[in-house]
């Protein structure tokens, strides 16, 4: 079983995001979303949603699941986007979610796989849940971009960018090369689409003296064109499920992370599994699979 990176009470939004000079960042990966996401569409998860920073971008979908490993970062999302409604708040583990298989048209996760040990794990779980012909829009930092390739050139930095397992920087935190990480997709059953270089201009000097929406103006620009070098700290990828078109639509939402059974019975605060009996609590809109309800 894999780790999981648990942001539970972390105080992630105002640490990493607000006034932390990421604006240029944040900015410019908000254009690539924007390019790579299909336009419209019924059901959408972000997974690893965290407090809802690009909730916006999904406006054209019927429904939006939020989902994350930590409930208090669920809960600065409901504080943002609201209760009910079109949104739907989990919080579960991404390697054992809750749904039924395809269930969603689009799948995303930006900043995410930076955390996750097991790769080959997550993209088939991630393609479980998607419909056939399902688009995956997916964000990676990149072990091989432009300042780690010089570093190694001139000496600077003992670990090789262009060697293809995941470089582990922090405890939990890798960077990953793009060849790896088209073949672990391609392993997982995901035909790849456009890629997008992201965050270019990573440079404190850069950010210093340019405002960060030129910046991501240029970055915009820049995307498509320098994709191929493969030199970006993040890369964003399209990538479509490739899949038979097995299950019949429309059967059930939820399913049990434990037994796998599909029918659950929803009442005010708890699902409750047919299948294993299990009670999964629903604790002010959300909906907790993290861990059964202790009998
Ligand atoms: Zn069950």
């Given at each position: 079983m894999a780790e999981v990176c648990d942001?539970?009470?972390?105080?992630?939004?105002?640490?990493?995001?607000?006034?932390?000079?990421r604006e240029y960042e944040h900015l410019a990966e908000r254009?690539?979303?924007?390019?790579?996401?299909?336009?419209?569409?019924?059901?959408?998860?972000?997974?690893?949603?965290?407090?809802?920073?690009l909730v916006d971008l999904y406006d054209s979908y019927r429904q939006v699941v939020l989902?994350?490993?930590?409930?208090s970062m669920l809960r600065q999302a409901q504080d943002r986007w609201g209760r009910g409604g079109k949104y739907i708040?989990?919080?579960?583990?991404?390697?054992?979610?809750?749904?039924?298989?395809?269930?969603?048209?689009?799948?995303?996760?930006?900043?995410?796989?930076?955390?996750v040990q097991n790769i080959p794990a997550a993209f088939q779980e991630i393609q479980r849940v998607l419909k056939p012909g399902g688009v995956y829009v997916l964000e990676y930092a990149n072990k091989r971009h432009l300042k780690a390739v010089l570093r190694y050139l001139l000496g600077r930095q003992s670990w090789s960018p262009f060697a293809p397992e995941p470089y582990e920087f922090v405890e939990l935190n890798y960077d990953f090369l793009p060849a790896w990480m088209q073949a672990r997709l391609r392993e997982a059953g995901f035909a790849i689409g456009p890629e997008l270089a992201v965050s270019s201009f990573r440079l404190p000097f850069l950010k210093r003296l340019?405002?960060?929406?030129?910046?991501?103006?240029l970055d915009g620009l820049l995307q498509g064109p320098t994709a191929s070098l493969k030199l970006a700290p993040s890369v964003f990828v399209q990538?479509?499920?490739?899949?038979?078109?097995?299950?019949?639509?429309?059967?059930?939402?939820?399913?049990?992370?434990?037994?796998?059974?599909?029918?659950?019975?929803?009442?005010?605060?708890a699902l409750t599994c047919r299948g294993c009996g299990r009670g999964w609590a629903i604790d002010d809109g959300i909906y907790d699979f993290k861990q059964p309800i202790a009998s």
């Open positions: 942001y539970e009470g972390s105080s992630y939004r105002t640490d990493f995001w607000e006034g932390q000079g254009i690539a979303l924007r390019k790579l996401l299909p336009s419209a569409g019924a059901r959408l998860v972000e997974i690893g949603a965290g407090f809802g920073r989902l994350d490993y930590s409930k708040y989990v919080a579960a583990d991404l390697y054992a979610m809750p749904f039924v298989d395809s269930l969603f048209d689009t799948t995303v996760t930006v900043r995410v796989l930076h955390h340019v405002s960060p929406r030129s910046l991501a103006a990538a479509k499920a490739e899949k038979e078109n097995a299950q019949a639509e429309g059967r059930g939402f939820f399913r049990c992370p434990s037994c796998h059974r599909t029918d659950l019975i929803e009442a005010e605060e």
